[in-house]
């Protein structure tokens, strides 16, 4: 997308003639001063179209979460920009993916638009939401509220910067409210963020499940386990998490490099999908519905030169809905080193056919081990707090305003 690549490009040439060591004292900025959009024009561009469709005849949501990881890319170098072309950009990155929400069904003959800005900012960090949206068809009418356009997506990413000389975090360009909308906006970004820190502080990595969630472990193993079973084995009609997992390896080139010659935040999110979109596949033996994505981490940077060791397993299912996980773990194949740089959920649920609306058929998901049970509460922990689709679509049209103001 052309207006993503420019703001990316910009961003770029501006160490090029750099006097400074580093950046300069933050300036403040407007969330409107950090948007950015972007088009797929599907209807006109039959090459664009090409490139995106999938095997079902929709919508490739990999390479779609690529654009997405780009485009936040954009908004958050053009919100650090200083508008001094002698100082040296900061190093920004991808440090999460907190939520993405599927708001509508996504439809290759339609066309898109991305667009998104800054919405809270810390000390050396910025919270992104991006918002994609499709056009509407001859004859159809739509709320005003929307635009003219069909709300699609509504995600939002965590960003950091880094001192490009000591690589040590730097602070960012501070945000001015001027309305009270971008006060409600900014505060929101701020629970979001306490929120995300009590998530990581009561981690089931760092303390023990609480004692309800012990209690449903255990009463699952009980109905289905007894004391004396020594030999672990699924149910018949039914499958354990290890027996839904795929893998795939994959050597990182520099074209997917980023601008620290990394590798490419957007393209971890796209590899990890397709995997994740192809063990759901199998898990159902029907084609699966992508429903949202949270707690999407870039723990370590990739290099160039690595191998990329992905894994996708089922972790978690109820009547309508299931959890997949996948890991990527970086090995050095010289020293054989490795290490999982990065973890990623996505939630997908069954397409309504005439079988059942949606239901989850097939085989029932029963824990083999406590891992597995703690991977499921997880899962459950993180759809807990979820917003519904209808105050999503709220928030969707209420961000929508400061850009265009």
Not at 204 to 225: C, D
Not at 365 to 370: P, V
């Amino acid at each position: 997308m052309r207006d993503i690549d420019e703001a990316i490009d910009k961003y770029k040439s501006y160490g090029s003639d750099a006097q400074q060591s580093g950046p300069t004292e933050p300036i403040s900025k407007r969330m409107k001063d950090s948007y950015v959009e972007g088009y797929l024009p599907f209807t006109t561009d039959p090459v664009v179209r090409e490139d995106y469709i999938n095997a079902f005849g929709g919508i490739r949501l990999g390479k779609l979460l690529e654009d997405l990881d780009a485009l936040s890319g954009a908004i958050a170098y053009k919100h650090c920009d200083d508008l001094n072309h002698r100082t040296l950009p900061l190093a920004i990155v991808t440090a999460s993916v907190d939520r993405i929400d599927l708001l509508n069904s996504l439809e290759i003959d339609r066309d898109m638009r991305l667009s998104g800005h800054v919405t809270y900012v810390g000390s050396s960090s910025m919270e992104i939401t991006v918002r994609v949206e499709s056009s509407i068809k001859e004859g159809e009418v739509r709320d005003d509220e929307d635009g003219g356009m069909i709300p699609i997506m509504l995600a939002r990413f965590t960003f950091v910067a880094r001192d490009p000389t000591t690589d040590k975090a730097a602070r960012v360009n501070t945000l001015a409210l001027t309305t009270h909308l971008e006060h409600e906006i900014f505060e929101a970004g701020r629970r979001a963020k306490e929120q995300a820190s009590i998530a990581r502080r009561t981690d089931l990595s760092r303390q023990a499940p609480t004692a309800a969630e012990s209690a449903a472990i255990h009463q699952t193993w009980s109905s289905n386990y007894g004391l004396d079973d020594l030999d672990i084995r699924p149910k018949p009609g039914s499958i354990s998490p290890r027996q839904t997992q795929l893998g795939r390896a994959l050597l990182c080139h520099p074209a997917q490099r980023n601008l620290r010659n990394n590798v490419f935040g957007g393209y971890l999110m796209k590899e990890s999908y397709d995997l994740a979109f192809i063990t759901a596949n199998i898990h159902l033996a029907h084609r699966p519905r992508f429903l949202s994505s949270s707690q999407l981490t870039f723990s370590h940077p990739v290099p160039i030169g690595s191998v990329l060791d992905f894994k996708a397993r089922v972790v978690a299912q109820n009547e309508t809905r299931f959890c997949v996980t996948v890991t990527a773990d970086t090995v050095v194949p010289a020293t054989q080193d490795r290490r999982t740089t990065s973890t990623f959920h996505y939630t997908f649920s069954r397409t309504c056919d005439e079988n059942g609306a949606g239901q989850i058929c097939g085989r029932e998901l029963i824990s083999e081990t406590y891992g597995d049970a703690v991977r499921q509460v997880a899962a459950q922990r993180r759809e807990r707090g979820a917003l519904s689709r209808e105050d999503q679509i709220q928030l969707f049209r209420r961000l929508r305003l400061p850009a265009s103001t």
